[in-house]
């Protein structure tokens, strides 16, 4: 399940708002909310301000996963921040790319780092296991939290 965008969430009005750009405004809030400018952030994560830019803008693609990574680590985010940071890229990934899916960054990760979730999800799709039965399993894995 995909995050939705927080409510305070400030986009300004004279921003045409596409679903191609909702990365790049979650992506100027949280630089600006840090006091970076664009260039020092760009800095930071050694790529053009231009790039940046362009990506902020919705001119480009949100960036690939190990920048994604890099930019949410240079920008500090909250474990909170960053589901909705890789949620909100890969939704702007797809109106980029529509013939491939795209998949949150920070699940990609688990998935490669934690080989039994990974059959576990081949598994439930084998069998088409509903969200009827992934919420219950939801509220079982939160009980060892």
Not at 76 to 88: G, H, P, T, Y
Not at 127 to 141: A, M, Q, R
Request: glycine share 2%; net charge neutral.
């Amino acid at each position: 399940m995909f995050y939705s965008l927080p409510e305070k969430l400030k986009i300004p009005k004279e921003r045409l708002i596409l679903d191609k750009n909702l990365f790049g405004i979650y992506l100027t809030q949280k630089r600006q909310e840090k006091g970076f400018t664009l260039r020092e952030l760009a800095s930071l994560v050694n790529i053009s301000h231009t790039y940046l830019f362009n990506i902020e803008n919705g001119l480009k693609s949100p960036p690939n996963d190990k920048l994604l990574l890099e930019l949410a680590d240079a920008l500090d985010l909250s474990e909170n921040a960053k589901r909705i940071w890789f949620d909100v890229s890969a939704k702007t990934k797809y109106f980029f790319d529509k013939s491939n899916y795209h998949l949150p960054t920070d699940i990609l990760k688990y998935l490669s780092d934690c080989g039994s979730a990974c059959d576990m999800i081949k598994k439930a799709n084998e069998l088409n296991i509903t969200d009827e039965i992934w919420n219950k399993n939801l509220k079982e894995i939160e009980k060892y939290v």
